[in-house]
């Protein structure tokens, strides 16, 4: 099984602050998810990424795979950025589509 | 579709009874995944299909679960007996191939056992 943990649980901001949620995992893995849940529960995926940094406008995800530990950043955070965002990692073993997930970062974001 | 339907979007039931939840995937999608989360909980596994078979069943709770993928494409989670602790919002994702891409995922099917 892969643990997945998430830091921090929940993270309250002012509109354009510069933020950071944290995600680390216990077996090495070809490549993680961040992912995006609104209020009512739907999900998008933000990235996937295996290897070095990605980013989608204001969101940044970073990945080192050596330390097992990858990042989310939030370049001038709006109150549309309120969510929750959850990172995920597959089962390192045959079963590639098993995914683990971390608990979820709450984030609010204040005009 | 454009997205991943799930059917129905609320479900209300009664303890005992038997359910059914529906998910139709991405055209051209051949990896479905079930998922099930709980208040304040990030997703569980469940199942997940390549094409018509369960490829990793191991997430299913007991044998009261069960999902079938019969033509490779919609796919049904049926559970049986239902007992208050199934509730929950059972989520379904599809993606191009296992492992591989992006997920999608349906809006979910909240299940509610009284």
């Known amino acids: 099984k892969n643990e997945v943990e998430q830091s921090p649980q929940n993270l309250t901001a002012q509109e354009g602050e510069f933020i950071t949620i944290n995600c680390s995992y216990s077996?090495?893995?070809?490549?993680l998810h961040w992912l995006q849940q609104h209020p009512g529960g739907g999900i998008v995926s933000l990235f996937m990424?295996?290897?070095g940094k990605k980013k989608h406008g204001r969101l940044i995800a970073t990945i080192n795979i050596q330390e097992k530990h990858s990042s989310l950043h939030i370049t001038a955070s709006h109150p549309r950025d309120s969510a929750v965002y959850i990172c995920?990692?597959?089962?390192?073993?045959?079963?590639?589509?098993?995914?683990?997930f971390g608990r979820g970062t709450q984030l609010t974001v204040w005009p | 579709g454009a997205g991943v339907s799930q059917t129905p979007s609320n479900k209300v039931t009664e303890k005992g009874k038997y359910v059914e939840l529906r998910c139709d995937p991405i055209?051209?999608?051949?990896?479905l995944y079930w998922y099930r989360q709980s208040l304040g909980q990030g997703p569980e596994f469940l199942i997940y299909?390549?094409?018509?078979?369960?490829?990793?069943d191991s997430g299913l709770p007991n044998d009261r679960f069960f999902a079938v993928r019969p033509e490779g494409s919609v796919s049904t989670l049926k559970i049986q007996r239902t007992e208050r602790g199934d509730s929950a919002v059972y989520l379904c994702?599809?993606?191009?191939?296992?492992?591989?891409?992006?997920?999608?995922f349906g809006e979910g099917s909240r299940l509610t056992v009284l």
């Open positions: 994702a599809s993606s191009l191939g296992v492992g591989t891409g992006e997920l999608f």
């Open positions: 299909f390549q094409g018509t078979g369960a490829a990793d």
């Open positions: 990424l295996s290897s």
């Open positions: 995920a990692v597959p089962d390192r073993g045959s079963t590639l589509g098993r995914l683990y």
């Open positions: 077996v090495g893995i070809s490549a």
């Open positions: 055209s051209g999608h051949t990896a």
